[in-house]
């Protein structure tokens, strides 16, 4: 049976914890009995969240997941103060529609930076830690763009394809060592980045919904945590079509082909 962070076992961490899905997981996990500690750069919306809890129950962190010694410190403080990460949940990320026209050299990179390098940092602060204890629950949060290629996506869907590839590497080297590796992949949630969207969400949900499925997930899921399921078995089914009929069917279903 593989690790799985129980209330008792310590504290659990959310990288990106200032809105979106990294907030309401944050609250889902505090009305489960857990403690939490919440990183981001916005440190006062990490406050007001902190007020929305029972004092105590959510613990603001706040860090640049772009800083490696920031983040490090902000995990050192974490421990030393609160006690041992338990369940790291790696879920910073940004996204912003990309476009050859004009090519715009640092929308490309920020994302990059961000949604790679972001988990890198965390990656480094809580795995010496894991290993040390023998013990440890780590989630990352991709998305299904990360399954295939996808207009306007170039770099986000890059970013997640990589973090799908990172957490199943990881799997092999982490699952001997005790330490749970999942990768989370939403499919579209009503959160401030999909609002940046003008092109139609198909079986968008709300995020509170999906903070309950990741946070179930957490408890008794496998590997990858995907949701709805009709999003995530109509992309794998696509991705096993030759490029041809991917590339004309994506398409067309998105009018990327007019």
Not at 24 to 43: D, H, M, P, T
Request: aromatic fraction near 8%.
């Amino acid at each position: 049976m593989s690790f799985r962070a129980r209330p008792e076992d310590g504290i659990i961490w959310i990288t990106g914890a200032s809105s979106g899905i990294g907030r309401a997981v944050a609250l889902e996990l505090v009305a489960r009995g857990f403690r939490v500690a919440v990183s981001a750069r916005r440190a006062e919306e990490l406050e007001a969240l902190a007020r929305e809890a029972k004092p105590g129950a959510i613990i603001p962190a706040p860090c640049d997941v772009t800083d490696a010694d920031g983040v490090l410190k902000a995990v050192e403080r974490i421990e030393h103060e609160h006690g041992p990460i338990s369940l790291a949940f790696l879920n910073a990320g940004t996204y912003k529609p990309v476009s050859i026209e004009p090519f715009v050299l640092k929308d490309w990179q920020s994302m990059f930076d961000v949604n790679i390098d972001g988990v890198l940092t965390g990656l480094n602060a809580v795995l010496p830690r894991f290993l040390a204890r023998g013990k440890g629950q780590l989630a990352i949060n991709a998305s299904v763009a990360g399954f295939g290629p996808l207009p306007r996506a170039a770099v986000y869907g890059a970013t997640k394809a990589a973090l799908i590839h990172m957490a199943g590497s990881l799997q092999f080297d982490c699952t001997p060592k005790n330490i749970t590796v999942q990768v989370v992949c939403p499919g579209f949630v009503a959160t401030p980045l999909t609002a940046k969207n003008d092109h139609p969400m198909p079986f968008i949900i709300p995020v509170d919904d999906a903070a309950k499925r990741i946070c179930d997930g957490f408890a008794t899921g496998g590997f990858e945590i995907t949701f709805p399921r009709r999003m995530k078995w109509l992309l794998k089914a696509i991705n096993l079509l030759p490029w041809p009929a991917y590339f004309w069917l994506v398409g067309k279903g998105t009018g990327a082909s007019r």
